[in-house]
């Protein structure tokens, strides 16, 4: 996984045979990681255009594999997948840094739970 889409960087991750998901913002770069033939489109950061800009690149990206991260929280992971996500990716608002910090792992398994318990109605709605 890359935040970025470079053709050295998407080929040499392809050339593992794993999943490859390389980042995008602009209908530009969805293109160019799509050209690539990267398995996995990640919009990043995600939180910039919502879900709704998620569901506008749906128009020329019909069938894309787009999995939005940075932005994705329980309250709006629903949306997400209504706008057309194939994925959601939660890094910060899973285990932030001052969690990570402090080795809340309470608190952080607590926010997976959230996480989970929302994937599940979102999956169910």
Known sequence: MSPGTLPSLAEA???TGRVTMTGALTPSEVMLALELGVDVVKIFPA?????GFLGALRGPFPDAPLMP???VTPDNVA???AAGALAVG???D????A????SDWDAIEQRAVRFAEALRAARTA
């Open 94 to 97: 899973l285990a932030s840094s």
């Open 69 to 71: 991260t940075g932005g």
């Open 47 to 51: 939180s910039l255009g919502g879900p």
């Open 13 to 15: 991750m392809r050339a």
């Open 99 to 102: 969690l990570l910090a402090a």
């Open 90 to 92: 939660a890094g910060g």
């Open 79 to 81: 949306d997400w997948f």
